[in-house]
């Protein structure tokens, strides 16, 4: 089951993504974390075009660097609230 199945109500989600956003940058602040952040960018295309002359290939490379644009967005996040908060 993914994190996000089965969450009832707005305020769940918003629970949900703010413990996801917590975890991320109390992970990636740390030194061992920024490593691995580091590393993610440089093997999976952040710092290179991702152009192939392959279809797929583009494809691929896109996927692999949205992983890390994921990262990135959850750990510049600020958690949103909900109206009237």
Do not use: C, W
């Not at 494809?59 to 994921?70: D, I, K, N, P, T």
């Amino acid at each position: 089951m993914g994190f996000f199945e089965k969450m009832t109500d707005e305020a769940e989600f918003l629970a949900q993504r703010e413990r996801l956003i917590d975890a991320a940058k109390e992970l990636f602040s740390t030194d061992s974390g920024e490593i691995l952040l580091e590393q993610l960018k440089k093997n999976y295309g952040f710092y290179s075009p991702n152009f192939s002359t392959e279809p797929h290939e583009t494809s691929y490379r896109e996927g692999q660097r949205s992983v890390v644009l994921y990262l990135l967005q959850l750990i510049t996040e600020e958690p949103k609230q909900l109206e009237g908060e």
